[in-house]
């Protein structure tokens, strides 16, 4: 087992108590806990350097502008794009997929043509979109998921025509692990020239990502579920997709030129980030992808498969539950979402909490896949590199609780 | 008592297993329903009143073992009461359940204190996010009560 | 003189020096420097109860959401707004002018209807503008300033008529430290049942700030201008504008359920904040409100009017400089531009940077500005709390000796 | 001799004060237009050209006294020369000013090295951030030549 566990001491939280007992921390697909070595940088940035960017030319906002383009430099590279200017800073990912919906599908879209998403979308990659049929009369077109939890591709050939102008799909689920099948959407949706976005916001954190051999036209993401500051996430796109779109904020920094009633704008990325950016949350991101390049993606990856597969084994041994994802630990994500016989998710996360163990319940911002699943809620442990195997232990002991405090033999 | 033993006392878990009165009513009756955004619990109620009393009741919804029960244990109590009568339940349940402040709820002497099994929801005082689970029904009702009287 | 030296001890940056001299912070208006009681609480969220909020029912999420909660009350009653709820966090003023330029303008603007701005506006309170202009055909009209830099109402009474549905001014501007007639322009405005916007940007962090006292219908400003961190802003709006109001963003939090093709949004605030928000940002401006209390915004004004009024009379003694804004040091804001002979602002800037003293050149995002006082770009000191008479002599000396450099007797 | 000293030597501030060259050209030219978007300076050139000799430039704009010296200088040193050799000094310039790696820019060896008065624009080096504004004259010029190249 790939043991990662010396990291744990890189994490002030695990200090922590809940409920009397060390935290479990099981819920890094909402966010993830933070390293000191990002803490302290933003912490240094705001103590030393602390200015804004691009603008004047003095010491500090020098400094502070070239920490803020090496942090996109650094972001760019660990998706590997060819060049820092494909990055755009945003909030998070939801602001991305916005801007994306609204900057490329709003000029470019129009009653009649088509997006393809799937059931398992995050609620951040299908309102948007349905923000923009409103305005757009487009239609959206949902592929489904088959029962082993994977995107149903058996009827794509015949959904795919020219009115299909985006395909939209989730690089990984964050309820129930699945991988998007980018590659075969991309190949697909190329034949018809459609453009395909991937919500990365669970694949960038979890492994390896080349936005070069994917290639997607538009990749998104978020620093806080990779070991970053809140704040912060990226939009990666295609130069040529970059140029097309417009901008969808206006403000300082993103203009060349601003008249009375006609502005121009500054180049790619800089049209897109109108405004102060969130300049120390971009350096914070900039470390945590410094951390977790030293570790290495592949290293991730594999300790979060180990660390699925075991927890997939032992909740198998619990009676009466329920897993709601793909059975193969190598072939999906660390999310697990799962049922305990007729306990309600908030009692199990109520139970567990009680045992120091921080899982999800809801909906997990996924209600369309709520309905496909046909359950109102599901309960959700999800791992990251600081996981280790006692954690998935504490968990069946809570949930063996569970059982019991609702009567159920264990 | 472990607190959690406390929040899942049996009788709890009896009416989260056999919810009372659910189902919808026919004929005239009064119709509310209310949702827990952050969690999503749901819950639905179907009052029947002739001349001021609640005559019947009937619940739907689909949430937590503390939603479900409160809304079932909620029907118990107020069927066969005044409009005003379930108003003075509401308050001393929201007493007693912390949510409003005041005088002490149980307090025998008080008029509309008999609680019934609903005592049993005291344990959900040390979970303050699960205190809006057991509200939930009691919102309903009041928005169901409100709209007779407006 | 209101005497708040002894703050600088809280700002750790102020243990730098510049190009060999201790820093003197004349950029303020850009971004402010940060006191440790707000970077601490940054620090302390990530290392002790960082989690995602209004999700899941675990302790760690449960004090999250609390402290961001609480962050908004305090923000809120800041500003005096009635409620918490009329107070919806951003990215900073950018994105909370956009919001409102998209979200209620989009929807309530059409063809011919008018938006008074005024030529001292700030990029971001104009370009949004334009780019509701290009897709509803609005037009927009622009006050201008007299020759005492205050904005000109001497056309209002012409200008209002029911073609006017916005008037959006910045309430003190970040180049001629301008006040806006905020409150003449919300009576005007009335009578013609046109809404009034305030860009508080340069408003909130350095005097006190009423919106039930104002009575205008939005009002905008950014946490990094306030001591807070950057990535963190807020929109107030009034109850019934926020009603009407559309999202600009969907995704997640945002909603109260989703469907495939349909969904509705959850309340106000939270309708207007999709997606994971600047959690560890909204409790460390939360901070900055705390510290900002304590010493008391009349201190605050009070201390920048005394400072602003060093500076203009000892401004006053350098031959050839020109200040560009008015000269009653009680009736402006702290932001201070001025020209010096023929030497370029970056030239001022450059030479200041090595005397460790760091001001800003350029067009300060204000370009309409700039062709209204025909000038390509001033230099600028802006003041702040933890700035002294001190700072202004070290000013003083550095611009002497850029006159020396340039040639010029000094 | 203090680094400012150096950045603003007599020979930069007589071309920012007087600066050869100012206007535009009539008749047959090329004309190209830079501008520096973080600080706003702005610098536009008209080149004439006969038989690939560069016979006459004008330039216009505004900006700091290192852009609009740098400006000045160059024209000085391109009028008359062919476009290749102006591409060389180009490159010995952006050598000079550490844009671009490559030997010693100063060898008097080496062709077009020639830069005269260009050489006091070397105490820009130590101010980083005031380099583009050096540069600003000559991204310009390259955009003229690539012009008549294509
Ligand atoms: C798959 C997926 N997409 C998008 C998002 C939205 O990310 P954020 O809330 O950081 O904008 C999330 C986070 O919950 C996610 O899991
Ligand atoms: C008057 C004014 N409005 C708006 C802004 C934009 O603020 P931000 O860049 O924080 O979004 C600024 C900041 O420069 C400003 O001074």
Redesign the pocket.
């Known amino acids: 087992m790939t043991d990662l566990s010396h990291l744990r001491a890189d994490f002030p939280i695990f200090d922590r108590e809940i409920n009397g007992h060390p935290l479990v921390y099981l819920d890094s697909a909402a966010t993830t806990q933070k390293p000191v070595q990002v803490i302290d940088t933003v912490d240094t940035f705001y103590r030393t350097m602390n200015a804004n960017v691009h603008r004047g030319d003095h010491t500090l906002s020098a400094e502070a502008t070239d920490a803020y383009e090496g942090a996109r430099a650094k972001v760019a590279s660990f998706i590997n794009a060819s060049s820092p200017n494909e990055l755009v800073f945003s909030r998070g990912a939801t602001t991305s997929l916005n801007h994306i919906a609204y900057g490329w599908g709003l000029n470019h879209l129009s009653e009649g043509d088509r997006v393809v998403l799937t059931v398992m979308e995050h609620h951040a990659n299908v309102v948007p979109w349905q923000l923009v049929a409103r305005h757009t009369g487009i239609e959206l077109v949902y592929l489904t998921l088959d029962d082993q939890y994977e995107v149903d591709l058996s009827g794509l050939d015949d959904l795919l025509d020219e009115r299909v102008k985006i395909v939209a799909v989730s690089g990984m689920s964050n309820v129930t692990g699945t991988l998007g099948p980018v590659r075969a959407l991309v190949e697909a949706a190329r034949s018809v020239g459609a453009l395909v976005i991937v919500d990365a916001a669970q694949l960038v954190p979890h492994s390896p990502a080349d936005v070069q051999e994917l290639d997607a036209d538009f990749l998104v993401f978020s620093g806080h579920k990779m070991l970053g500051p809140t704040g912060i996430g990226a939009m990666w796109g295609k130069p040529e997709r970059l140029e097309e779109m417009e901008p969808t904020e206006g ?2 920094e993103m203009i060349s030129d601003v008249g009375l009633y006609e502005s121009r704008w500054a180049p790619v990325p800089h049209k897109f980030e109108a ?2 950016p969130p300049i120390a949350q971009a350096i914070g991101l900039g470390a945590a992808v410094d951390y977790l390049s030293a570790i290495g993606m592949e290293t991730v990856r594999d300790h979060e498969h180990e660390i699925t597969g075991y927890a997939l084994k032992r909740l198998a041994e619990i009676p009466d539950l329920n897993v709601y994802g793909p059975s193969d630990p190598t072939n999906r994500g660390g999310a697990v979402s799962f049922s305990l016989a007729d306990i309600h998710a908030h009692d199990i996360a109520t139970i567990l909490d009680q045992h120091g163990v921080e899982v999800r319940a809801g909906h997990h911002c996924a209600k369309p896949l709520m309905r496909h699943l046909q359950v109102p809620a599901t309960a959700r442990a999800s791992f990251y590199l600081y996981n280790t195997t006692d954690d998935v232990d504490r968990l069946v002991e809570g949930l063996l609780d569970a059982r019991s405090l609702f009567g159920l033999g264990t | 008592m472990s607190s959690l033993d406390e929040l899942y006392r049996q009788v709890i878990l009896d009416h989260y297993r056999n919810p009372r009165r659910r189902g919808s009513l026919s004929g005239p009756h009064i119709h509310a329903e209310g949702m827990n955004p952050s969690c999503g619990d749901e819950f639905s109620l179907d009052l029947r009143i002739d001349e001021g009393v609640i005559t019947d009741a009937a619940i739907q919804g689909q949430g937590c073992s503390i939603s479900q029960a409160s809304g079932s244990m909620m029907t118990d109590v107020i069927v066969g009461k005044t409009i005003d009568e379930a108003r003075e339940v509401t308050a001393t349940f929201k007493l007693m359940m912390g949510i409003d402040e005041g005088e002490d709820p149980l307090d025998p002497e008080r008029p509309g204190a008999v609680l019934g099994d609903l005592e049993a929801l005291q344990g959900v005082k040390k979970f303050p996010v699960r205190i809006k689970c057991a509200d939930l029904p009691w919102t309903t009702l009041t928005e169901a009560l409100d709209r007779i009287d407006a």
């Open positions: 403000g300082g405004g102060t």
